[in-house]
């Protein structure tokens, strides 16, 4: 990422595709979900004017007690209290015992926290703002100064942008798509390109950003690990309120978060008796890149197609990249089932097909 950026909370006032840029999708054009969010959604100011920069944070005249504290857990938290708040409800050790408690991973060791006021938050973060993140660095109120919005679940909301800082999502940013186990189960990508979904956009299209629906997912997974089942879902459009399995995907990019994808390695012997045709299924519960590299006998020239779960509709052709080598690549967007399909050509033989997926 460029410049420290807002991930802004703003105030509540109201209770297959699969290769992209490769191949449209085989089942058709979707209709656009239309939403339009709350008036005084939490964040729909410009991302210039609601980004949490340090020198905002450096210039606030606020002062803060706290530091580094260690938990029960044996953990160790940063947490600063405005001043202006009062010592007997707001405490740095209060909070930080709140932070040890939501779901997590050691990202939670990276982290400063902020507690403030609400004017201070808003003088910190923008003028329509209930929270911010950016790099390492929370600004969250310490006061119920908005109806039906509390400040515990302002500092989940801005926990998840942290815990989505610290994951991976190749080839794209976490922090804009959302973690990969969820981003895949709540198809982030396909939406994308079907433009249902706007990866990192903090104005107008707040409601339909994934970054911002991954950090509602998580605040509504949290919650309810919590024993809190009386959760709200306000800022974000419905199209992204989480099944049961997108829960279960956000708990894993907390607790087990993707790191690389697998490659798996084929081969068979084509001979006299064998099938021409060899179709190789592809598990592609994630979404991400894919390269598909063959290996072929000398004077064997194979077929070597990625097809879409029909078997039959190829989606691209490998190509010659050596003597004896062809390769594909692309990213999944969407499909789930994919096949490689080996047609056998010219000289018999091995063929060892190589395929990197997410």
Not at 134 to 141: G, L, T
Request: charged share 20%; proline share 6%.
């Amino acid at each position: 990422m460029a410049l420290p950026r807002l991930r802004p909370l703003a105030i509540v006032v109201s209770s297959g595709l699969l290769l992209v840029a490769l191949v449209a999708s085989a089942a058709g054009p979707t209709a656009t979900v239309r939403f339009t969010p709350p008036a005084h959604a939490r964040s729909i100011d410009a991302a210039s004017g609601t980004a949490l920069r340090t020198e905002r944070l450096t210039r606030a005249a606020t002062t803060f007690r706290g530091g580094l504290i260690t938990t029960s857990t044996g953990e160790t938290v940063d947490v600063r209290v405005s001043d202006a708040l009062p010592i007997e409800t707001a405490t740095p050790e209060g909070w930080a015992e709140f932070l040890t408690e939501l779901t997590h991973g050691s990202e939670i060791s990276l982290l400063t926290v902020y507690i403030a006021t609400l004017d201070e938050v808003q003088g910190i973060c923008g003028s329509r703002a209930l929270g911010c993140y950016s790099r390492d660095q929370m600004v969250a109120p310490g006061d119920a100064a908005v109806p039906d919005v509390s400040p515990e679940e302002v500092v989940r909301h801005e926990y998840g942008h942290h815990i989505a800082m610290h994951r991976l999502n190749a080839p794209w940013v976490a922090i804009d798509w959302g973690p990969k186990n969820w981003a895949s189960a709540a198809d982030v990508c396909a939406r994308t390109t079907r433009k249902e979904a706007f990866p990192g956009d903090e104005g107008s299209n707040y409601a339909r950003n994934p970054g911002e629906a991954w950090a509602e997912v998580y605040r509504l997974m949290d919650e309810r690990k919590a024993g809190i089942t009386a959760a709200t879902w306000s800022i974000i459009a419905p199209s992204f309120y989480p099944t049961e399995a997108a829960l279960q995907a956000a708990e894993r990019d907390v607790l087990q978060p993707w790191s690389a994808g697998k490659t798996t390695l084929f081969t068979r012997v084509f001979g006299q008796a064998t099938k021409k045709v060899w179709l190789i299924p592809l598990s592609t519960a994630l979404d991400g890149d894919l390269r598909i590299s063959a290996t072929v006998p000398n004077g064997g020239n194979p077929e070597i197609a990625l097809v879409a779960a029909n078997r039959s509709t190829v989606i691209r052709r490998a190509q010659w990249v050596g003597q004896r080598v062809k390769s594909l690549t692309g990213s999944v967007c969407g499909q789930r089932a994919l096949f490689v399909r080996v047609t056998q050509r010219g000289a018999l033989g091995r063929v060892r097909v190589s395929a990197a997926t997410p």
